[in-house]
């Protein structure tokens, strides 16, 4: 890796760290944190009490490739995909008898993909 990549890799795992001072996930509440790619979005659920994950979906996952297809959207939107994921992720979240959450931007600005994500997983049912 250059230098400006590590640069770059070493300031959002900084920001990352302050964010996790303040943000906690519990069983009732768990932690949604996000990791976002050049091409694709993950997100996932954490309970930070038992240190597990307890449910993941990604924008390469075949349910939210098929949601983006039932939706009639054209390939190629990483936002859009984003917040298909971000939908998929709540619903599968709300099977499991979970509907509130904190948030963890995982040291990204709000904006953009992870902010579609977040959207996408308030419309499927989930607060925070």
């Known amino acids: 890796?250059?230098?400006?990549?590590?640069d770059r890799v070493a300031r959002r795992r900084r920001r990352h760290a302050h964010v996790r001072k303040k943000v906690w996930g519990t069983a009732g509440r768990p932690r949604l944190v996000i990791f976002r790619s050049l091409r694709h979005v993950e997100g996932q659920l954490v309970d930070d009490e038992r240190m597990e994950t307890l449910l993941g979906v990604s924008t390469r996952a075949p349910a939210v490739q098929q949601v983006i297809l039932d939706a009639?959207?054209?390939?190629?939107?990483?936002i859009r995909e984003?917040?298909?994921a971000g939908k998929v992720l709540a619903e599968r979240a709300r099977e499991a008898g979970l509907e509130q959450i904190v948030f963890d931007r995982g040291g990204y600005r709000y904006h953009g993909r992870v902010r579609a994500f977040a959207e996408g997983a308030r419309a499927g049912g989930l607060r925070f």
């Open 1 to 6: 890796m250059n230098s400006k990549a590590a």
């Open 72 to 78: 009639g959207e054209e390939a190629g939107g990483k």
């Open 82 to 84: 984003s917040y298909s």
